[in-house]
């Protein structure tokens, strides 16, 4: 399974920006995704996570009500629409995947991960 993700840039404080994240390859096995990011010296956090079955989610506070994450099964895509940027948002946005279903917060719970793309929120 590849995933590649795009929709990165830069943006006002207060701005939008919609990530997309295209599975390739063995798509039939992927399941629950995700999306993390990684801010300069800090380390790679949770941001949010739907499941294929239900689409359930589950987001980080720190993006609550301002992000929503969703998913196109039959174009293998996942989206995350980002409202209100602040530039605490600022990081590179990776997107995950595993081969079974669940609400998984932690990186090590995903077995598949695309390249990431930067978001760069200006004050």
């Known amino acids: 399974v590849q995933l590649q993700a795009s929709g990165g840039g830069l943006v006002q404080a207060g701005g939008s920006l919609r990530l997309s994240c295209a599975a390739s390859g063995r798509t039939s096995i992927v399941y629950a995704m995700g999306w993390f990011r990684q801010a300069p010296g800090k380390e790679r956090e949770f941001v949010a996570t739907?499941?294929?079955?239900?689409?359930?989610?589950n987001y980080a506070d720190s993006v609550k009500g301002r992000f929503t994450i969703s998913r196109d099964n039959a174009k293998n895509t996942l989206y995350l629409q980002m409202n209100s940027l602040k530039p605490e948002d600022t990081a590179v946005y990776y997107c995950?995947?595993?081969?079974?279903?669940?609400?998984?917060?932690?990186?090590?719970?995903?077995?598949?991960w695309g390249q990431g793309t930067q978001v760069t929120v200006s004050s």
């Open positions: 739907m499941t294929r079955i239900g689409q359930t989610t």
């Open positions: 995950a995947a595993h081969n079974s279903d669940g609400v998984r917060l932690r990186g090590y719970e995903y077995n598949y």
